[in-house]
């Protein structure tokens, strides 16, 4: 093993033994090259006042060499934001944003102990560092029967890990906290398991309340209590979304500095939050209450940046710093929450209003881009979505054999009403 | 194993075995799912003509929501061109474009097949998808003693391979071809074996002559006639920034359908070449007679980019094919062609003019962005760059004892005079 690894992997063995026993293969031999040409690079930043001849780009008048048929159309940025490398961790200035942003809007943050958000090619990216640097072949990864497929791949397909699924609801459509408890505690012999938690979920919409966001952190104590070890993720895709009164903020905060067997990850990014989804800005960032574990780990996570796509793109970091800066930033952003406010209650009162009978009922939902109808049997969910996309042409995604995933985030408010008279038609139809 | 890999697989192995054999396990299990939310999304694309309610990102009026702090500063571009998910593979019009440019600057490949590229974030993702697809654990990677340094972590510690190195030169400074072919052949007993062609080579700034080219392609086919597969990746980073009477042309062309043993895979990027580093753009192209080789190939790169991404950066995507498509473009290349050009020949009449002796020789360089000094003995490199920093303010990068690399990318032709009689006045007091 390379010996700057090993001094990483003893750094977390001494503060937090169970965060070591945590990683994989994989993220115990991985590292960030301290006297390769990136840090030699960095010292030449510091200390070439004459000449910096160590800098792996082109440069000229001062700044990086460019082309005018590219600057002409991105005259509001300046050259250096835009075409120079992005740090592997991100644009620092960016990482400061985000932390601070980070914590206005989680306020049980307030006195825990967590890193500085390391900037990822977005949320994909952010899941499968965790792959890399915590799954093995076997590893068990807990998350409910409804959720992103995406998942399957990064997790199952390329790291050989184990998907073990629970109910997301129970009978009566509440966070069914004992199948969640159940598949956690299957886990024990194994002693370790990776659990994602996805709020709002997609497909469903759903944010836990209060109340049963509590009950998901005393299972994973309990989970922890007995010996497993929990690495456990908050993917906050499209955190910020809350349209009524669920918990309003990451698990993050209160799995922060809770037992010494979990180790928080929060997975979140610009992508959907400000509305800029090809950007591909996101952020990993771990907690702990130890610093050589936060820098540890940060480095083990430039270091499979580095390995992966060595850094992310600079002008997306430009744009949304640029954005999170700018005095009309929240303003804007608060008209556009309005407006998918506006949708998900509009489907809302639309679903309660008595006019759909007897093809199915919903999911609950109260945040995010999604909801989910669940057909009555009789009613496939592909053969809905492919009567309503040919005879109608409306597209929805089918999901298993009863679900159908409707993303209210794009029909405008006046269209709602007639896109779900037609999914109703549709299902009356096969279901006749 | 997923049928819709096993499917692929079956493909591949049909046309041709040598390149079923080469995937690794990864790239055996890997697939793109075709009836997953993207593909369901796809099909809506074509016929949802009245609501579209798949689509995983917020519309209003008809495009992406979006921001006015963000677009009134890159008001040149449309919304559509900046916010929305890129496809996994890139945007179809600039891989096209960035094909023909391919076969425009390498006409070897007139009447090769080849399949279209697919966009990645930039090299080091490319070189990582070869990783991810083709290297397991002890597989050879045979590379030169000159190399940039990323490959180790890249295909030795995320995929376990072994690294073997052969001398770049040989001693009278020429392609060393037995020592390439001496480490091919050493892999006979294995079968496989992974070989990045990176030319200009990163760290010297060397291609080889045509001549040495025929040799390293007689070589390679030596070995596959040996009976070792070859997946033969040419590492074009630093492509077109030929200054000398080198090759002008990626061996990929040369490589295309030469034999059934060697797969080639170009891997390439605007990065370097239009000077956009930090935009992450480059290219993964694979090249086979069978068309069900290149689509298996392309579904699978495809599934390792969602499982580890999802998508690449849009609105750089956007800026490179909209640069690409300008009138202007190749002039404005052209001009900053001749700027590094008039670096390159000046740091080479200056090295030859006699004024430096007794300290140094070079290693050859006609090409890209370096040149690496050989130290003699009694001045060691790290000790050279810290005193070259510390006492004259001048960054350069040591490479191991002997070797000192310096830009001249990044330095003004009127400054590399200055900079190399400071580098001569820090030898020459080192080795004192």
Same mark, same amino acid.
């Given at each position: 093993? =390379?010996? /700057?690894?090993?001094?990483?992997?003893?750094?977390?063995?001494?503060?937090?033994?169970?965060?070591?026993?945590?990683?994989?293969?994989?993220?115990?031999?991985?590292?960030?090259?301290?006297?390769?040409?990136?840090?030699?690079?960095?010292?030449?930043?510091?200390?070439?006042?004459?000449?910096?001849?160590?800098?792996?780009?082109?440069?000229?008048?001062?700044?990086?060499?460019?082309?005018?048929?590219?600057?002409?159309?991105?005259?509001?940025?300046?050259?250096?934001?835009?075409?120079?490398?992005?740090?592997?961790?991100?644009?620092?200035?960016?990482?400061?944003?985000?932390?601070?942003?980070?914590?206005?809007?989680?306020?049980? *943050?307030?006195?825990?102990?967590?890193?500085?958000?390391?900037?990822? =090619?977005?949320?994909?990216?952010?899941?499968?560092?965790?792959?890399?640097?915590?799954?093995?072949?076997?590893?068990?990864?807990?998350?409910?029967?409804?959720?992103?497929?995406?998942?399957?791949?990064?997790?199952?397909?390329?790291?050989?890990?184990?998907?073990?699924?629970?109910? @997301?609801?129970?009978?009566? /459509?509440?966070?069914?906290?004992?199948?969640?408890? !159940?598949?956690?505690?299957?886990?024990?012999?194994?002693?370790?398991? &990776?659990?994602?938690?996805?709020?709002? =979920?997609?497909?469903?919409?759903?944010?836990?309340?209060?109340?049963?966001?509590?009950? &998901? +952190?005393?299972?994973?104590?309990?989970?922890?209590?007995?010996?497993?070890?929990?690495?456990?993720?908050?993917?906050?895709?499209?955190?910020?979304?809350?349209?009524?009164?669920? @918990?309003?903020?990451? *698990?993050?905060?209160?799995?922060?500095?809770?037992?010494? !067997?979990?180790?928080?990850?929060?997975?979140?990014?610009?992508?959907?939050?400000?509305?800029?989804?090809?950007?591909?800005?996101?952020?990993?960032?771990?907690?702990?209450?130890?610093?050589?574990?936060?820098?540890?780990?940060?480095?083990?996570? /430039?270091?499979?940046? !580095?390995?992966?796509?060595?850094?992310?793109?600079?002008?997306?970091?430009?744009?949304?710093?640029?954005?999170?800066?700018?005095?009309?930033?929240?303003?804007?952003?608060?008209?556009?929450?309005? &407006?998918?406010?506006?949708?998900?209650?509009?489907?809302?009162?639309?679903?309660?209003?008595?006019?759909?009978?007897?093809?199915?009922?919903?999911?609950?939902?109260?945040?995010?881009?999604?909801?989910? *109808?669940? @057909? =009555?049997?009789?009613?496939?969910?592909?053969?809905?979505?492919?009567?309503?996309?040919?005879?109608?042409? +409306?597209?929805?995604?089918?999901?298993?054999?009863?679900?159908?995933?409707?993303?209210?985030?794009?029909?405008?408010?006046?269209?709602?009403?007639?896109?779900?008279?037609?999914?109703?038609?549709?299902?009356?139809? &096969?279901?006749?």
């Amino acid at each position: 093993m =390379n010996p /700057m690894a090993e001094q990483w992997n003893e750094k977390i063995r001494t503060a937090n033994a169970h965060v070591h026993d945590m990683l994989s293969g994989l993220g115990r031999e991985i590292y960030f090259p301290k006297e390769g040409i990136l840090s030699q690079s960095a010292e030449a930043t510091t200390h070439a006042k004459k000449y910096n001849a160590t800098i792996g780009i082109a440069t000229e008048n001062g700044g990086p060499m460019h082309l005018n048929v590219i600057q002409d159309k991105l005259s509001a940025y300046s050259p250096k934001d835009l075409y120079g490398y992005a740090p592997p961790a991100g644009k620092p200035e960016l990482r400061a944003a985000w932390r601070e942003k980070m914590i206005r809007e989680n306020p049980s *943050l307030e006195g825990k102990a967590f890193g500085n958000p390391i900037t990822t =090619n977005a949320l994909t990216h952010g899941l499968s560092i965790v792959a890399d640097l915590f799954a093995d072949s076997g590893d068990a990864v807990v998350y409910p029967d409804k959720n992103w497929e995406n998942y399957e791949l990064t997790f199952g397909i390329r790291r050989g890990a184990k998907i073990v699924n629970y109910e @997301l609801f129970d009978a009566d /459509m509440r966070f069914n906290a004992p199948a969640f408890r !159940r598949a956690l505690l299957e886990q024990k012999e194994a002693g370790k398991a &990776i659990v994602p938690l996805n709020f709002p =979920n997609n497909p469903t919409g759903y944010t836990p309340s209060v109340a049963e966001g509590e009950e &998901i +952190v005393s299972v994973l104590v309990e989970a922890a209590e007995a010996g497993i070890n929990l690495v456990v993720v908050t993917d906050d895709a499209y955190f910020g979304l809350f349209f009524e009164d669920s @918990l309003h903020e990451s *698990l993050f905060g209160k799995l922060a500095g809770l037992h010494p !067997r979990i180790l928080p990850i929060k997975i979140d990014g610009a992508t959907k939050e400000e509305f800029v989804w090809g950007f591909r800005v996101g952020f990993i960032t771990y907690a702990s209450d130890d610093a050589d574990v936060l820098t540890a780990l940060e480095q083990k996570t /430039m270091g499979i940046i !580095r390995a992966t796509i060595s850094s992310g793109p600079h002008p997306s970091q430009t744009f949304v710093l640029d954005a999170l800066k700018s005095p009309e930033f929240e303003a804007q952003k608060q008209e556009k929450f309005l &407006i998918m406010k506006g949708r998900a209650n509009k489907v809302k009162a639309l679903l309660d209003s008595g006019k759909y009978e007897g093809v199915w009922t919903y999911y609950p939902f109260n945040s995010g881009y999604f909801m989910c *109808l669940k @057909l =009555n049997p009789g009613i496939p969910a592909e053969a809905l979505r492919q009567r309503l996309l040919h005879e109608y042409g +409306v597209g929805t995604i089918a999901l298993g054999e009863t679900d159908l995933r409707i993303a209210f985030s794009c029909i405008a408010e006046e269209h709602l009403e007639d896109l779900f008279d037609l999914v109703y038609r549709g299902a009356q139809e &096969i279901g006749q």
